[in-house]
Structures are given as structure tokens and as C-alpha cells.
């Protein structure tokens, strides 16, 4: 069925043979989960196809690679694969540096790149590009066109598919859960897929220790003095004294945004190499998106992120500046904890 959003993509499809998948550093569910049911589709379809990140999937994902091989990045494997591609389907990104090592492989001439990606932006590189910021999870995306044809859609394309949206949805309790999340969920739960065990893989705790790192995160969680922003620091040592990486501290940014006047929330993670990861998270009025782009990053309207250059205190400074301009700027009767107050309390 001709569909004007895919017909590019349909004919590249039709017209390729060997195929290259990848997403962004840091791979998280959505994007691991997106890859490995496209992988499984194309593969039904007889393509070839190879999954090839800039880094290995985190521990609590890596039941996707018992259902398709997720490749990390080696020079020696990236000069063979792209060797042989004809086509990159990019999923869950879309700026070239956000590949990572993976990025400058994307230049090779007579490469095709084809993005499939949710995120709010107009840089998407590729000579097909499917962006649709009204989704989800690019996981929402796969499943549209795998879902033209429903009989294609195997198990286990549904449980990497369920993966995709419980990971993006934050297991359906951020705003982009609509009718057309649920309706996909009920679909793949139709076809087999046990919601129970994958959600238990996805929030497996590795070890004690990472409890009690996250324990100890929440212990030290900061909080600008009016209480609209919150934040949480994490430095490499905390990584060697609980024996956790980056991908432990996944989820835990979403916490404070609850809390009664939380406007904000932000985790800085000092990657120790003179960089410092930012994940931002708003608890529904500030428009994070703006900030992350206005400092290079990008993401959603109200979970974004950006790598910074500089000390975790230079992070912590600069962030708090635009972030409190945002807070700043908003309507006073509108924020979190004025909407909590009795309206008579409220100027009008
Ligand atoms: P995270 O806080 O890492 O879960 O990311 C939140 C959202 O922001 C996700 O949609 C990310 O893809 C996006 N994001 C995170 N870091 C960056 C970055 N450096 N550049 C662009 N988008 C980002
Ligand atoms: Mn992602
Ligand atoms: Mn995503």
C-alpha cells in the first residue's frame, strides 16, 4: 500500500540488497529496540543486514541480542561493514555526530542513509528522512510501517517493538503515552509478548550496589533555593565505588519531577574526559528542548539532552543560568506548584 510518509523509504527498500543499522551513542531501549525489529524485518524480507553501534548495548538490554547480533564499534568491523553497505538506516537520531565513531562511515560515496527518527528538529542528514516529533518512540515509527503488513510482524519483532515504547514512554507514564501507545502495546501483547518479564529485563538492577548508588544519588539530590530546579551530580568515582556505569543512572532524572514546584530536573554526569553529559527533564511547562538546543544539544520538549564541554561546575553553572531564565519566564499562575495552590490563593 503506497503511503506518501514511506514511500522513499519503500523504495529503497525494494531497490537495496545490503543493509546497515545503526543509532546513537549511549544506545538506550527505544533505539536498541527499533534496530533489532527493522534488522528482523528487512531479514524476513532477504536482505543482509548488520546492527553497528558506536558502543555495546547496556546490560538491561542485552536480551535484544539474543534476537538479533548488536554489533559495537571496532575500526577493523567498520571497514568491512561499510565496505559492503549499500544503504545506513539511522533509527532514534538525527545529528551525524550523534553516531558517534559510526558518524564518518556515513560519508562514504554511494551510501544511501535513510533516518527514521522522533525527535523535534530539522537536521535530520540523511537522503531519505522519516521524522515524525508527534511519536512516541522510533520504536512507534518501525511499527507503523511494519504494521502495513500485519502478518510480517513475528514475536519477537513485538517484544523489541515493546521494548522500544516502554523505554520512551518511561513504561507508560510520560505525556507521549496517547491512544495510538496503547493501542500498539495491546497489539504486541497480542502477539505474545509477556509485558511482565521484558519490563523486569529493562529495570533489572545489575547488582546491590547499583541500588545503593542510586540511593546514594538520591541522598545528595541538590535543589535551587526557590525548589524549581533539582538535580543530581555524578562523578567517575561514584562509578568505581558502586561498581555502575553510565546506563545506571537511566530512569532515575525522571524522580524529582513530581514534586510539588519541580519544574525542572537535570542530571549532570562528568564523563571525566572533560565533558559532561546533561539529561534534562521538565515536569510539564518548560520547554527543555529550547534550552538543550540553545547550548547544542537537542531531544523533546520536555525530556532533551546535550554533552557539554568543561568542568561538571562550569556544567552545573551554565545550566542552572538557562535553565532558571526558562523557569523565569513562565507564567507564575502556571508553574507546578502554583497550579497546586487553591485558586483563590492566585492573582488573576
Ligand atoms: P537522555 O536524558 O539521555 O535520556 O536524553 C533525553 C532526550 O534527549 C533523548 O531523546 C535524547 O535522544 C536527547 N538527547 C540527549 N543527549 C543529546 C545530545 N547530546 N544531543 C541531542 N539530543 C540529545
Ligand atoms: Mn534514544
Ligand atoms: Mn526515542
Sequence with gaps: ??????????????????????????PD???????????????????????FN???PPHNFAFLAALFPLEAFSEARAEEVFAAAEVLVVLDMQNKERLGRVAKYADRPGL???????????????????????????????????????????PEMAKALYTALV???????HSNTDPDVHA?????????????????????????????????LLQALKT????????FEVTPDLFTRYDVDG???????????????????????????GRVKVSLRSSGRVDVHGVATSLGGGGHRFAAGITLEGTLAEARAKMLAALGAAVAALDPALRAYAAARPAASRSR
Design 167 to 173: 523505554t520512551d514512554t518511561g513504561s507508560f507514564r
Design 184 to 216: 500498539m502495546a495491546a497489539h504486541l501483547l497480542e502477539l505474545g509478548v509477556e509485558s511482565a518479564s521484558v519490563q523486569a529485563e529493562i529495570n533489572r538492577h545489575r547488582h546491590m550496589g547499583r541500588l545503593r548508588f542510586v540511593g546514594h
Design 112 to 154: 544511501v542513509t535513510a533516518i527514521l527518527d522522533h525527535h523535534v528538529g530539522d537536521a535530520a542528514f540523511g537522503q531519505v528522512n522519516v521524522v515524525a516529533p508527534e511519536k512516541a518512540a522510533t520504536g512507534e515509527l518501525v511499527y507503523d510501517w511494519l504494521k502495513r503488513d500485519r502478518a510480517s510482524l513475528t
Design 54 to 56: 558506536d558502543g555495546p
Design 29 to 51: 531501549g527505544d533505539g536498541l529496540g527499533s534496530e533489532v525489529a527493522l534488522a528482523l524485518a528487512l531479514k524476513a524480507r532477504g536482505k543482509d543486514v548488520v546492527v
Design 224 to 231: 535551587s533555593d526557590d525548589g524549581t530546579i533539582a538535580w
Design 247 to 273: 546506563s545506571d543512572t537511566e530512569g532515575l532524572v525522571d524522580f524529582p519531577r513530581t514534586v510539588p514546584g519541580v519544574e525542572a530536573v537535570m542530571m549532570l554526569t562528568d564523563l571525566g574526559s
Design 1 to 26: 500500500m503506497s503511503d506518501p510518509l514511506w514511500d522513499e523509504f519503500d523504495a529503497l527498500v525494494a531497490a537495496k540488497q545490503r543493509f546497515v543499522l545503526s543509532t546513537h551513542v549511549n
